[in-house]
């Protein structure tokens, strides 16, 4: 599984986009882009996945660069409610977990 | 989307005892299940990949002995923590993957389960 990177931590207004960046140089051909994330005490949430192709879903959208050695997640309209960790996982079978981006919407 | 059912969600336990976790895919089969181990303030940790009628894979550093899993049917697999010590007090969450969508299909996440060991 490729190795990712992310930012720490990054702080968006309520009501704005929320766009969350991911290095992934090492990515091999097979491998997803997973997005995932977690709040609090609870198990992750899926939200959404690619392998080429930009993507988008009633959550988000992701639009992955062309050499896919990166990827942006955007949460179009951040709600309280988004406040989580964000997970960028890029793997083909089982997923490994990095330190993820702690996100916090600000009303 | 698929729904992942862990069971207990809390359990404090006495040092010493087993204590045991369910995980269920409740509306579709899982051929593959993981699991994973989460302290405080960390990242997930991939423990063991979990495979239906066959032994578990572990990760490095995790005891087969100390972790044991079965995953006896294409819904259900068990985590069973033995003889467990404070340290092992983590909140434990399994993950599955639809059969159907193997190939590139998302993983499916469960509550987690909270284990304390007093």
């Known amino acids: 599984d490729a190795k990712t990177t992310q930012p720490t931590s990054m702080d968006c207004a309520e009501g704005r986009a929320a766009n969350l960046p991911c290095n992934h140089s090492t990515i091999s051909g097979n491998e997803y882009v997973y997005w995932y994330r977690q709040i609090h005490s609870q198990g992750p949430q899926y939200i959404i996945h690619g392998l080429k192709n930009n993507e988008t879903n009633e959550m988000a959208s992701l639009i992955i660069t062309e050499d896919r050695k990166s990827s942006t997640l955007i949460l179009p309209h951040a709600t309280l409610r988004d406040t989580a960790v964000y997970y960028c996982i890029a793997d083909d079978y089982k997923l490994s977990f990095g330190a993820g981006t702690t996100v916090t919407v600000r009303a | 989307g698929a729904v992942v059912s862990q069971h207990p969600s809390r359990v404090i336990c006495k040092s010493g005892t087993s204590v045991k976790i369910e995980c269920r895919s409740l509306?579709?089969?899982?051929?593959?299940m993981f699991w994973y181990r989460q302290f405080p303030k960390q990242s997930l940790m991939l423990m063991a990949t979990?495979?239906?009628?066959?032994?578990?894979?572990?990760e490095q550093g995790v005891e087969k002995d100390k972790f044991l899993i079965n995953h006896a049917s294409l819904t259900l697999s068990t985590l069973t923590v033995t003889s467990a010590h404070p340290e092992d007090s983590s909140f434990y969450i399994c993950s599955a993957r639809d059969r159907r969508r193997a190939g590139s299909g998302e993983l499916f996440f469960g509550e987690g389960s909270r284990l304390t060991v007093l």
């Open positions: 979990s495979n239906e009628g066959s032994k578990a894979t572990y």
């Open positions: 509306d579709f089969q899982a051929t593959t």
